[in-house]
């Protein structure tokens, strides 16, 4: 089984940064396309950004331009560099890994979501 553990999540005012990590282990590493997930109080998981496994990144509109994703296969490690932080993006933030795609997307069962990492922008 693929484990994933995420970390640094945080409270930062509008306009700061904050960078996500996301463990992987358990897996081929670069047989997974993974990416950022968040779920905003009272609203459904939505994808943020993507990495397949041949390097192609995918962006959510609402993060383009502001949030970086990126892997180091030597540390089997996904981040999401996010900077210009909104309030809009507060929302718990989820780290997936798949070797079920979809555009990229990494497909995910709901038993399989990880704890998360909270963002908070005020």
């Known amino acids: 089984d693929v484990q994933l553990v995420e970390s640094g999540g945080g409270s930062v005012q509008a306009g700061g940064s904050l960078k996500l990590e996301c463990v992987v282990s358990g897996a081929t590493y670069n047989a997974y396309c993974m990416g950022w997930f968040r779920q905003k109080p009272e609203q459904e998981r939505e994808g943020v950004a993507a990495i397949d496994h041949d390097g192609t990144i995918t962006y959510v509109d609402a993060v383009k331009g502001r949030f970086t994703i990126s892997k180091d296969s030597s540390k089997n490690t996904l981040y999401l560099q996010m900077d210009s932080l909104k309030p809009e993006d507060t929302a718990m933030y989820y780290c997936?890994?798949?070797?079920?795609?979809?555009?990229?997307?990494?497909?995910?069962?709901?038993?399989?979501w990880r704890q998360g990492t909270q963002v908070t922008v005020s």
């Open positions: 997936a890994a798949s070797t079920l795609c979809s555009g990229g997307w990494p497909i995910v069962g709901d038993s399989e």
